[in-house]
């Protein structure tokens, strides 16, 4: 196993190599890496763990009730909608904020190690990210309206898609590109080796997938239980409404966490293709320091 300080991002790596790497990174980073990402990210995951809390009892209270109660207490389906809406609506944009603040922190975080070694000043990635928080927000929603609209006509374009412009955030934060050359640059990368990023992908949804959902049961068993306690007596205790609300919370920050080494995996693979590129092309050099 590579030594922490010997560790560096541009290098070939072969499958196991980079799952491995992940681990050894996180192992010797996960401190100063989750606590920027607390710091900066978890608020807003902890606001939509509450806001997401509050929206499942109105929808649950809402659907157990008759319609004289409905009208009574919500103005009718129409200003039950528009409520709805409100709170879905408050939901996304704080999971949309959340997660470009992790895609921000993170790889600035990366970029950052990537260049000066794993003593860097941990106060240089605030204003790194920041200045790219933006840019990453508006190609985010680029991305997703590419991606919807590729999986509209097919699920398999969008999936294509999907693994292709997963580099976008590292190629614009390491080299420096717009959203506009990061998405064409995107695709170059990915077509050296689309095949194994696809397979490491796979694998590392299907690992964070298994983890969040042994975090999640928790809320599980809390949210069936309020359901069973409304069937059988048609109300709930407000204290099950406040551990719900708290649970739901920390496990919402801690499930939103586990992103970030999904974007870990990405740049090392990143790397691992642009080395293999610069040996394959020596008199080209495709990827660029990040400019401080």
Not at 94 to 113: N, R
């Amino acid at each position: 196993m590579e030594n922490y300080k010997d560790f560096r991002f541009q290098k070939e790596r072969d499958f196991s190599d980079l799952f491995t790497d992940i681990f050894v990174f996180l192992k010797n980073n996960y401190k100063r890496l989750f606590y920027l990402l607390l710091l900066y990210a978890g608020p807003f995951f902890l606001i939509d763990g509450i806001v997401s809390a509050y929206f499942q009892n109105y929808v649950y209270s809402f659907s157990t009730m008759n319609p004289y109660s409905i009208h009574e207490m919500y103005g009718g389906p129409f200003a039950f909608l528009s409520k709805f809406l409100v709170w879905y609506g408050a939901i996304m944009l704080f999971k949309v904020l959340g997660y470009t603040f992790i895609s921000s922190i993170t790889y600035a975080y990366i970029s950052l190690y990537a260049q000066k070694g794993p003593q860097f000043d941990i106060n240089e990635v605030r204003p790194l990210a920041f200045s790219y928080f933006f840019p990453f927000l508006l190609a985010s929603i680029l991305i997703s309206i590419v991606i919807v609209i590729g999986t509209i006509f097919c699920i398999i374009p969008g999936i294509y898609l999907g693994i292709c412009l997963s580099f976008i955030f590292i190629i614009m934060i390491w080299e420096r590109k717009g959203i506009g050359e990061a998405f064409g640059r995107c695709f170059n990368v990915a077509h050296k080796d689309f095949w194994w990023t696809l397979l490491i992908l796979l694998v590392i949804s299907v690992a964070i997938g298994i983890v969040a959902f042994i975090i999640a049961l928790p809320m599980t068993a809390i949210s069936f239980f309020g359901v069973f306690t409304r069937m059988s007596s048609g109300d709930v205790n407000s204290y099950y409404f406040i551990i719900n609300v708290i649970v739901s919370s920390i496990t919402n920050v801690v499930v939103s966490l586990l992103s970030s080494v999904t974007m870990v995996a990405i740049a090392l693979q990143y790397f691992n293709i642009v080395e293999k590129e610069k040996k394959s092309q020596p008199d080209q050099s495709p990827s660029q320091t990040v400019n401080l």
